[in-house]
């Protein structure tokens, strides 16, 4: 009997070149060089002599529908219909004709955009999802990104940076996240408060107990009822609990706070890839503007600026002054605790499958 099986449906990433200018498209992979007009401006030029403008303005990740509408209809308008985003969640418009890039210079910043963010600035701050998206954070990310960034604002829009700097939040240490030069991370200081009137309505505490890295949870009866409790001893503050037991809650106005942690590096372009590390923790987590976490990030920039040779990343930088001058030249105060240097690393990451007690 013939057998019909069902075509496989394919999901993911459509193929993007459908979506590409057809400059680009004719001439991938042929480009011969390219220049930096003024600050987020591209200019692209292929072997054949075909050249393409790239006009980039700052967004935060997360879009309303009613702000991307206004930005496809400045794409209409005043580029030539193609837009893509970058990994820092700028939008970028093609044009093939340079008359078209002041106009639309000019739309974009008139509808309150930024335009900036190439070469040696501040590009967008990358986020991870927050109170939007996400049901553990412990602080906003786009209200962060957006209250940060009216303060670097000059940074973004001008190339005053030795190098590029890229600066990420992330509110949870635990999960999504990412590696920055400079990079603003929710800390929780204290371990989680139990529920224990909820704990066996909502939580399998099987998984809960299996969900903590240092095996601090164990199962215990309170008020008679089946519930958790946490060896405060043990407790690393991780927060890994709270998400499958929203009854374990961890989030705490004046203990959640923001570490920042610096030098972070995925791209082996000129040196090696490195860990960012920490250099300044325990500062408010204080919404809607994170005013402390602003003025710390400005100090390090202001010292990179002032410090590092042209081209040097934050990493490099540091790599040439070594981190006592780094403390010494942003001002920072510097504890043995702030630096790991990972030869205690059996102690302080779990780095293996195994539970260890
Ligand atoms: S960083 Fe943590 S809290 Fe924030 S969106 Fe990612 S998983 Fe959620
Ligand atoms: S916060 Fe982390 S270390 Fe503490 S009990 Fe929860 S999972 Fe374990």
Known sequence: MAQHHRAPIESGCP??????????RKNYGAWDYHEHPRPGVLLHVADNGDQIWTVRAGTQRILDVFTLRKLCEIGDEFAEGYVRFTIRSNIEYMVADEAKVQPLIDALETEGFVVGGTKNSVAMI????????CDIPGTDASGVVKAMMDELIDEFRENNMPNRVHITTSCCQINCGGQGDIAINVQHT??????????????????VVARCPVAAIRPAQVNGKPSLEVDEKKCICCGACYPPCPP???????????????????????????????????????????????AVVKQILKAYRDGARDWERINDWIERIGWP???????????????????GARRSLNSSAHIRF
């Open 248 to 294: 374990m809650q961890i989030n705490d106005a004046e203990h959640s706070q923001l570490a920042i942690w610096v030098g972070g590096n995925h791209s082996n372009a000129r040196s090696k890839p490195t860990f960012q590390k920490l250099v300044a923790a325990g500062i408010p987590n204080n919404p809607p503007r994170w005013p402390e976490a602003t």
């Open 126 to 133: 990358s986020h991870t999802q927050g109170w939007l998206h």
């Open 325 to 343: 001058r780094f403390f010494e030249s942003t001002g920072l105060p510097f504890t043995k605790f702030h630096i790991d240097n990972w030869r």
């Open 190 to 207: 204290k371990p989680p408060k139990i529920n224990h009137d909820l704990v066996s309505n909502v939580c399998e505490r099987p998984s």
């Open 15 to 24: 193929d993007g070149f459908q979506y590409m200018h057809p400059v680009m």
